[in-house]
Each structure stands twice: as C-alpha cells, then as structure tokens.
C-alpha cells in the first residue's frame, strides 16, 4: 500500500473508526482534501493525519443524520468512544463521566443540524459535552480543574526529581528557562521608551513575573496559547486563569490609565 | 482612561498596544462575538495543535479570546484536553460501559407502500438532488430530522405558506432549501389536487406542465427566490411526470 494510505488507515485504526466506506472513496476524498497543497504521497504524516480526521468528521456527521440506518448507531457508538475518555479526564469519576457523556449524546443529536462546519464536527461535540459538564456537574469539574492545575506542577517536580535537580526555587513553581528576559521579546514597534514605559507600568501593576509574561505574550507577541503554556511548564487552563487576573489588576491600576492617557494626549 | 478614551487615541497607539488597552478598559459589544468565536473554536484548536499562528490565521477570532473570559475558558479548556489527547494522557474508561441509544430512531423496516408523508417527501428531494445541487444529499437526512421535528411540534403537517416561511428560518442551506421546496410543493398537490384531476392531466400530457406551475408558486409563497423556485419546479415535476403512481397513492380520491 502506498505510503499516504497507510497514514491514514494507522489513523483511522487509531481511534476505531469503521464508518469511512467504501475505503476508495474515502481515501479520494482525503487525497482532495490534501491536493491543494500538492499530491498526497509528498504530504507530511501530520497533514494526512490532519485531513483524515477532518473528512472522518464529515462522515461521522452524515452517518449521525442517515435516520434508521446502522450507520447511525455506529455513528453515536464512536461519539461515545471519543468523549467519554475526555468526560472521565474532566470529572475523574467514572459513572459522572457516563452520565455526561449520555446526556452530551442526547444534545449533539437534538442539535445536529445546528453544526455548521460539519469538517469540525468532533471538536463541535466536545464542545456539547463541556458545557453539559459544566452546568450538570459543576463543582466536581470545577474540582478536577483545580487538581489538573496542580497534576501540572507535580509531573514537572517528578522530571525535575528524576534527574536530581529539584531545588526550592524549581519546586514551587518551577520557573521557565527563558534564553531573554520577558521584557525584550517585544515586537520592533515597541521598542525604546514606550517599550520601557509599558515594561515598567505593567511590573508596578502586577507585582508578579509571571503575570507580566502572560500579558506580554498574549497581546503583544499575539503568541498562541498552548506555546505561552509549554514555555512556562503550565497548562492553557492556567495561562487563561493568569491572563484573566492580570486584567483584573490592570483595569484597577491608575498606574497602566495614565500612561495610556499620557500616549493618547 | 475609559473605551471611548482609548478608541478616539487608536491612531496613535500601536496595534498591540491598543489591543491590550481593549482588553483592559472595553466592555462594549464588539463586531465579533460570542457565537462566532465559540463557532471557531474547534478549527482553532485543531491549528494550535499542529502549531500554526493562530493570530495570523484567525485574527479576531485570537483577539477576541484575548479580551473575552468566558471564550477563553472554554478555549483554554477544550485545548487543554485536546493536548492531553494528543500526549497519549487520557484515562481509559471501563471498556464494558456503552451507551443506551434508545433516544435514536428505531432502524427502518422495509421501504412499504404505505409511507408517511414526510417519507416520500424526504425520498423525492434526495431524487431530485443529482440535478439541483448534487454535493448536499449527503448532509440532506440530518436537516430534514431537524426540519420534520419542527413540523411534528406544530402538532400538524398542513401548514399555511406564512407558517411555512417562518419554519424556513435557518434554512440558508441548499439541503434545507430543496427539502423545504419538496414539501411546499407536495403538501400544495395534496390539498388542491384530487386522484382524478392527476389522472386526467396524466392522461392529457399536462401534468408535467400544471406541476411545474403548480411547485413553483407554492416554492415561491413559501418564502424561496423566484429563480430557485423555477429550478426547482423545474426538477420536481420532471420527476412526478415520468412517476405518476408515487404521487397519485398519496391524493384524496374525492
């Protein structure tokens, strides 16, 4: 079998997904999918995995509308495979997770012909199954999201353990190695005094490092959150919660307003 | 300083500068909202997995998760669980749970003579779809769930053209368009048309004719442009003039 294809029967295999027949048309389909950037055997492994779960999701979504047919019930069985993992992972109790991955299956089929962009269907289906978590199980979630904050500083004290290097300052917690300062990652634009300016009303307001980077990197750098996340050994759920409180001190700083009031003069 | 402060200095500030100044001081509604960002999220996440700049490929989109926390949580949140996927860190369930999918409809007998109205409606517009707009039939049967649920909460299947046009809202797709068409269309015959006036146009080489003027102002009535109706007329009765007997089961002989 050519190479392409093997990527995408590995991926389809990956998740149990037996809905994408007949396999010719299937693979056509991945193949258009992929052919506006050129033929599919010189695609990267991580595009043909990529334009394979975006077709599945087209699939899956028709099968989840063929009324009376087996197709949709296969369809609802491999909804159930994919979110129950992430029910369990976001309430961490097994019989919560079924009854919210239940009652997310009831939703995404009342509300099936509401999703607009049948290529993300899986990501639209778990977004059903976040917002029944959270309104019918909110505190236990709300729990989990705390002590998935936590899981994060741990496993990063463990690697640290591992490989003998755990001090006080790296234990709690631990502390990004950045090659410059926060301070000098800033766009061309803003160097030189209103670079300083900015630099130094945001420390006075924040009081916190960390909360300064965030800021910095969200707004100015307009960097993406999950690279914001990995650089500072945390995760997105507590790059939003930092962002979030930094705002909140911003907005009740006199300090950030006159400068902007100095600039806008 | 407050957002009208802040937007009458825009020209002044750099761009991310003013963006950072948004998030701190503007509450007021912006141009993209809630809905559409929340609508985005799923390809936003499915970017930053592969690591693309989502600043660069969905600019507002990013900017306004920058400034708006409810988005945001639910963005950070749903990445969150997407990485831990793709890290291999999810937990397993118990491999014995399934779901009860007694909620979904019965599988189908079957096809009998005897079909429900909705049926043979829903069994034209894929008939007909080859020649209106091919690339839609497959989404055809998850619109017309929606669309005859609606139809059965209005507690009956005979509905005015107003009430029509009102179940068309949110049909700006061409699946629901033609299914929506299919049934105007049908349920115009099947109130004004008897057994033997079919028969007799059937038999007079008219019924292709009165059909297609027939569908195509109940098309138009219920809401659909006049050169979508004309297709669509057009297509429908194409269909019933070479199948007289699958319209014909359904009329009054009265």
Redesign the interface.
């Known amino acids: 079998m050519e190479n392409w294809k093997t990527i995408v029967e590995n991926e389809l295999n990956k998740h149990g997904w037996e809905l994408a027949e007949p396999r010719a048309e299937f693979l056509e389909r991945v193949a258009q999918s992929v052919s506006a950037n050129g033929d599919p055997r010189t695609a990267s492994e ?1 595009t043909l995995q ?1 334009a394979t ?1 975006r077709c599945y999701c ?1 699939t899956l ?2 099968a ?7 197709a ?2 296969r369809a ?2 491999e909804l ?1 495979d994919y979110l ?3 029910a ?3 309430l ?1 109790d ?1 019989q919560m ?2 009854d919210a ?2 009652h997310a ?2 939703k995404i ?1 009342e509300k ?3 999703c ?3 290529a ?1 269907f ?3 289906c ?2 059903i199954l ?1 917002n029944v978590v959270r309104d019918e199980f909110r505190a236990r979630f709300e729990k989990r ?1 705390t002590e ?1 904050g936590i899981e994060y500083v741990e496993r990063n004290q463990d690697t640290y353990q591992m490989n003998g290097e755990l001090t006080r300052d790296e234990a709690s917690p631990p502390q990004p190695e950045r090659k410059e300062p926060a301070s000098d990652l800033l ?1 061309d ?2 160097r030189g005094p ?1 670079r300083d300016a ?1 630099v130094a009303a945001l420390h006075t307001c924040l009081e916190n490092e960390r909360l300064v980077q965030v ?1 910095l990197d ?9 690279e914001i996340a990995r650089q500072m050994d945390t ?3 507590n ?2 919660v930092m ?2 409180r930094a ?1 909140k001190k ?2 009740e700083c006199s300090v ?2 006159q400068l ?2 100095d ?2 003069a | ?1 407050n957002s009208e ?2 937007h ?2 825009r020209a ?3 761009a ?2 003013f ?3 948004n ?3 503007n509450d007021t509604a912006e141009t993209f909202g809630h809905e559409a960002c ?2 985005a ?3 936003l ?2 970017a ?4 693309e ?3 660069k490929l969905f600019p507002n989109v ?1 900017h306004h ?3 708006c ?1 409810g988005c ?14 793709q890290r291999g ?6 491999p014995n ?5 007694s ?6 007998a079957a096809p009998s003579a005897a079909s429900s109205l909705p049926d043979r409606v829903l069994a034209w517009t894929h008939s007909l779809l080859p020649n209106l707009t091919p690339d839609v039939s ?2 055809l ?7 005859f649920d609606r139809l059965a909460k209005s507690a009956t299947l005979q509905l005015e053209p107003r009430v029509l046009r009102e179940q068309a809202v949110g049909y700006d797709n061409f699946a629901g368009t033609w299914l929506f068409a299919t049934y105007a269309a049908t349920q115009d015959v099947v109130q004004h048309v008897s057994r033997a006036e079919w028969q007799s146009w059937h038999a007079s080489a008219a019924l292709q004719r009165r059909v297609e003027s027939r569908a195509r102002t109940a098309a138009e009535q219920a809401g659909i442009s006049p050169d979508t109706a004309a297709r669509f007329a057009q297509a429908y009765a194409a269909y019933h003039a070479a199948r007289p007997t699958e319209m014909q089961a359904l009329l009054s002989s009265s």
């Open positions: 991580l990529r779960v087209e979504f028709e989840g509308g063929a009324q009376r047919s087996a949709q019930q609802f069985k159930w129950l993992p992430r369990l992972y976001r961490h097994g997770a079924r991955t239940q299956l009831i089929w099936l012909a509401t607009s962009a049948p993300g899986l990501g639209w778990d977004q976040l999201v998935r766009s634009a803003l209103m900015l800021v969200v707004f100015l750098e307009d960097k993406n959150y999950a995760s997105p759920l790059v939003q962002k979030s705002l911003l907005r950030l307003a902007y009031e600039w806008s | 300083m402060q802040l009458a200095a002044k500030l750099p991310a500068v963006r950072l100044g998030a701190v001081w929340r609508a999220l799923p390809a996440v499915d930053e997995l592969a690591g700049a989502i600043a990013k998760l920058d400034r926390d945001a949580f639910e963005y950070a949140e749903l990445l969150d669980v997407a990485l831990a996927a860190a999810l937990p397993q369930p118990d749970a399934s779901p009860d999918l909620f979904l409809p019965a599988q189908a497959r989404v049967d998850t619109y017309a769930h929606a669309f």
